[in-house]
């Protein structure tokens, strides 16, 4: 039974320069959420998504966007990059059973390490 | 706005000793909690979780954690350290009704010594 799973496991950029990470969900799991997590913090939510639909976002910019395809995976695009998106991006999925307010445990990948140059 | 409070970023035990991770949260409303451990290079695993019920709950690894609503704790225990455990520890928290986004402490860097 294949956990979640995040592609690239590291990545470096530039500043302005736009980047795309990816997560598989957990297999039988319909909701993935993303953090960020900076060196030697907590992570930070920044959204999650339901049904291909953001269903809540936490307090980043517009700059922050993303995508959730008929089979449930996802997508976390940053544009403009800045030297403060370093950070590692944690994908995490849980089983909504048609409730958002569920309790269901999240699962997390092992992230994408992305530098900023 | 729910939070939780890390006390401690860096707790240091020897082998075999009582290990307690403190945590505080902050919700007007009854929280679910959470407790996960972070291994270097890798992501969030789940040791335990709070939900309803009994407020002693018992996780992997020989981890408990219990609710104290008088006084909005969710420590986590484990009788004897292990070299092994040694990793960061996250105390998270879910707002019932708010969906399910987790809100993270600091974090707590355990350090098991010989």
């Known amino acids: 039974d294949a956990g979640v799973t995040q592609s690239p496991t590291h990545l470096i950029k530039t500043r302005g320069q736009q980047v795309t990470l990816r997560c598989s969900p957990k297999?039988?799991?319909?909701?993935v959420s993303w953090y960020q997590q900076a060196l030697g913090q907590g992570p930070q939510f920044i959204f999650q998504y339901y049904e291909e639909e953001e269903r809540q976002r936490g307090n980043f910019p517009d700059r922050f966007s993303g995508h959730q395809y008929p089979n449930y995976s996802s997508e976390l695009n940053v544009n403009a990059l800045l030297l403060g998106d370093s950070a590692l991006y944690l994908c995490?999925?849980?089983?909504?059973?048609?409730?958002?307010?569920?309790?269901?445990?999240?699962?997390f990948g092992d992230g994408t390490r992305l530098s900023i140059l | 706005a729910q939070s939780v409070t890390q006390l401690g970023s860096h707790v240091s035990v020897s082998e075999g000793a009582l290990v307690l991770l403190r945590c505080n949260y902050s919700?007007?409303?009854?929280?679910?909690l959470f407790w996960y451990v972070q291994y270097p290079n890798q992501g969030l695993q789940l040791l335990l979780k709070y939900t309803t019920g009994a407020t002693l709950v018992k996780g992997i690894n020989g981890f408990e954690a219990e609710f104290k609503k008088s006084e909005t704790s969710f420590h986590l225990t484990k009788p004897s350290a292990h070299m092994s455990d040694a990793a960061e520890y996250f105390c998270a928290v879910i707002v019932t009704g708010g969906g399910n986004k987790l809100t993270f402490g600091t974090g707590t860097q355990l350090k098991v010594e010989l």
């Open positions: 919700s007007s409303v009854p929280p679910y």
């Open positions: 297999s039988g799991h319909d909701t």
């Open positions: 995490a999925s849980s089983l909504a059973r048609g409730r958002l307010n569920s309790n269901q445990p999240q699962h």
